[in-house]
Nanobody, 121 residues
Framework: QVQLVESGGGLVQAGGSLRLSCAASGNIFRINNMGWYRQAPGKQREWVAIITSSAYTNYADSKKGRFTISRDNAKNTVYLQMNSLEPEDTAVYYC???????????????WGQGTQVTVSS
């Protein structure tokens, strides 16, 4: 019904930057909150950032000042600009979105398949 596809991951050196994108497609009437999560091997998935439909943003404490979340509603896309990357940022980054497929429908959560971010020291 709805698919989220992340892109923009890759290998960077410590101190570098990456911009992740997550595009939603399918049966979409409206998208509410969108967020980014990440998961390193052997660790649980953690929340990174969120952006509401009105563009209010919030971040995990360890990401404030380095990461910026934004969205383009016309493209059903959310972005994560990551600066001053550290080896500890290495993880698979996942996009999440609350999607309504009809004006009367429920808000449902969808996840992308993830994009790998590797930061070398």
């Amino acid at each position: 019904q709805v698919q989220l596809v992340e892109s923009g991951g890759g290998l960077v050196q410590a101190g570098g930057s990456l911009r992740l994108s997550c595009a939603a497609s399918g049966n979409i009437f409206r998208i509410n909150n969108m967020g980014w999560y990440r998961q390193a091997p052997g660790k649980q998935r953690e929340w990174v950032a969120i952006i509401t439909s009105s563009a209010y943003t919030n971040y995990a404490d360890s990401k404030k000042g380095r990461f910026t979340i934004s969205r383009d509603n016309a493209k059903n896309t959310v972005y994560l600009q990551m600066n001053s990357l550290e080896p500890e940022d290495t993880a698979v980054y996942y996009c999440n979105a609350e999607v309504r497929s009809t004006p009367w429908g429920n808000w449902n959560n969808y996840w992308g398949q993830g994009t790998q971010v590797t930061v070398s020291s």
